[in-house]
């Protein structure tokens, strides 16, 4: 929102932060993201004179929770932005800010996807190719299938993951070592996601979970501490109470683990998980992406 008194301010809502920097104040703030938006976009469409606004947001997935929020709220800001300023972004250029301002400004461990599925929204298969190349391709999928595979979805949240980044600084340095074991356990998560597209678009749900189980293998294997006791027990809790399979989302360590079930199970594996100290729920799949408008 533009001010007119030529101050800059940031806060987060469900942080509970809120910070005020007077005309010509350094920026030293505690919202990386914010000042990483704010200046990076200052600096490429405002030609690096500084904008009076106030930058308010509220995230409604805890921090550490492998749903990408983090990236999905760099995308949202520099969408914002992007709409203040006027500046020609399309979908792909504000997943590319993004990326850049996450990993490159600020230096934060972790991969692209994350900004690719926050700016497109939907189902997509994303290919990641040579000399940063992004092509995200919207899978054709039913509205029968859709439903099926909406209604099959559960999550769990374990906990706030507090290893992430070094769980990515692992699986970083695994990869620059020829023949490692993440090396391996890479080209078996491509080949799962690959398998997991036929399987999503023909709508076998029992193919997917075994694809699926194959994939949090692969995935444990990529670094030491994908797992823990609490999302090993959160797993033996789930399979106990009809889920076909799950999974990790995000680095691991922590955060929410996302299981397939029967329609049929969902409501029984919510409860088992919830009773054991989860925090189980049903989803929504959303079909759209980052979206600004005015008022």
Known sequence: MPRTDG???????????SETFEPGEALHSELTLHRGVYQRMISEFNGGRPLSLTIKTTVDAPAGSGLGSSSALVVALVDGMRSILGAPLGNY????????????????????QDQ??????????????????VIVNP????????????????????????????IIDQQTAGLRKPNSDTIDAMHRL????????????????DDMAAILSRSWE?????????????????FDCAMAN????????????????FFLVHPENRYRLVQALN?????????????????TWRY
């Open 190 to 205: 491509k080949a799962d996601a690959i398998d997991m597209k036929r399987a999503l678009l023909i709508g076998d749900i």
């Open 7 to 17: 101050r800059i301010v940031f806060e987060a809502d469900d942080l509970g932060i």
């Open 139 to 166: 899978l054709r999928i039913s509205d029968d299938i859709l439903n099926e595979f909406e209604s099959s979805l559960v999550i769990c949240f374990s906990g706030r993951s507090r290893d992430s980044a070094t």
């Open 218 to 234: 692969a995935k444990k294997a990529s670094a030491a501490g994908v797992s823990t006791g609490v999302l090993d027990a959160i």
């Open 275 to 291: 009773q054991a100290g989860g925090q189980a729920s049903t989803i929504k799949l959303t079909h759209r992406g980052t979206a």
């Open 242 to 257: 009809g889920a076909l399979a799950g999974k990790v989302s995000g680095a691991g360590g922590g955060g929410f683990m």
């Open 93 to 112: 250029d504000v997943a590319h800010l993004a990326f850049e301002i996450e990993r490159l400004d600020l230096a934060l461990s972790g991969g692209r």
């Open 116 to 133: 690719y599925a926050a700016a497109f929204g939907g189902l997509n298969f994303i290919e990641f190719l040579q000399n940063d190349r």
